[in-house]
């Protein structure tokens, strides 16, 4: 708690460089909006899943909810970054790829969905040439995590934002988490609220949404976090956790607060081991998850972590084969029974696209 207060404070002493910071957002979204920046289109539909933060909002998967959803019926491709891999420019990822090679979201994906394109490029306007160059069937781009890349046109665009961290109680970075305008929220074709309590209720939802004051084609949906089965990240056996279950939970996330308050509820006893946010793994990094793993319940104890974890570990696999070590996948579930609509305005939209071609 002193630690928070601390964080707090001194975030707070950094208001000046936060509205530098505004300054600087407002006259680059202004260039934009004058055309004096040049933004391109290309001929085939594009989505974009982003925030107006700097991470945490579930952008992850929400991109493999939308994999599930239109792989069966288009050619899916996904465009990220690929942060904090070792490589530069564009690449794809292959089945011999690490996430030193590609980043630890792009390899999560592609291990669950090898058939699509997965591919990565800081340059997002020049990597997208390359990307249909290489695969020329492609129908579908899924731009991870480029709201703020304005030199590409989305024609549908994702705004998430955190139920616990709403954009519009936000400030500026480096005082707040806010890394673009929040006016840019309009830009939007659906906003979701991520990370919801299962039993929100109505009034607070249309309490949510009278604060986002959505313009009027926007529309604004609510999901929750569902934690699937563990499983095993080098033999994939899977693990169903229980109440006598002594937990070591080891992350390298933004956002473990939900993971965390999930460990709680299944587990008589969890310690944490949480590291910086795609923090690359050493084995030093190894060696301390092994002497906390021992503090723990020989029979009970498990150590448990992410799926983007899990590929940043998996190059210890000599060691980790006989350690009791899982991944645990996450999902989005929507609130008040809205998926269906959700994914057939996104079906509608590409349908659309493609019949003007």
Known sequence: ???????????????????????????????????????????????????LVIGGTGKSPMIELLVEFLSPHYQVATLSRGYKR????????????????????????????????????????????????????????????????????????????????????????????????????????????????????????????????PLSHQKVYFTFLEYGLPYHIINHKSYR????????????????????????????????LQYRDHHIFTIEDLNEIEVEWRKLNNREGVILTTEKDAVRLEKFSDRLINLPIYSIPVCHRFLFNAQLEFESSIKSFIDNFKSRE
């Open 1 to 51: 708690m002193f630690y928070d207060f601390f964080l707090r404070s001194f975030r707070l002493l950094l208001l000046p460089i936060a509205i530098l910071y505004w300054a600087a957002i407002y006259v680059r979204n202004y260039f934009y909006e004058k055309h004096w920046l040049r933004t391109a289109e290309f001929g085939l539909p594009l989505i974009t899943v982003g925030n």
């Open 86 to 213: 070792r490589t530069r420019g564009y690449a794809f990822a292959k089945p011999q790829s690490t996430a030193l090679d590609i980043g630890d979201e792009p390899l999560s994906l592609f291990r669950k969905f090898p058939t699509i394109a997965v591919t990565v490029g800081e340059e997002r306007v020049l990597a997208i040439p390359e990307l249909l160059h290489d695969f020329p069937t492609t129908e579908v781009i899924l731009l991870d995590d480029a709201y703020q890349h304005r030199s590409i046109r989305a024609g549908f665009t994702i705004l998430l934002t955190e139920y616990a961290n709403l954009f519009t109680r936000d400030f500026y970075l480096p005082t707040g988490d806010l890394r673009d305008l929040k006016s840019r929220y309009k830009d939007a074709t659906v906003i979701i609220v991520t990370k919801c309590s299962p039993d929100l209720s109505t009034i607070e939802r249309d309490q949510i949404i009278a604060e986002l004051n």
């Open 241 to 272: 956790l229980s109440a006598d279950n002594e937990i070591l939970l080891v992350t390298g996330i933004s956002n473990p607060n939900p993971l965390k308050r999930y460990v709680e509820e299944h587990s008589s006893y969890y310690r944490q």
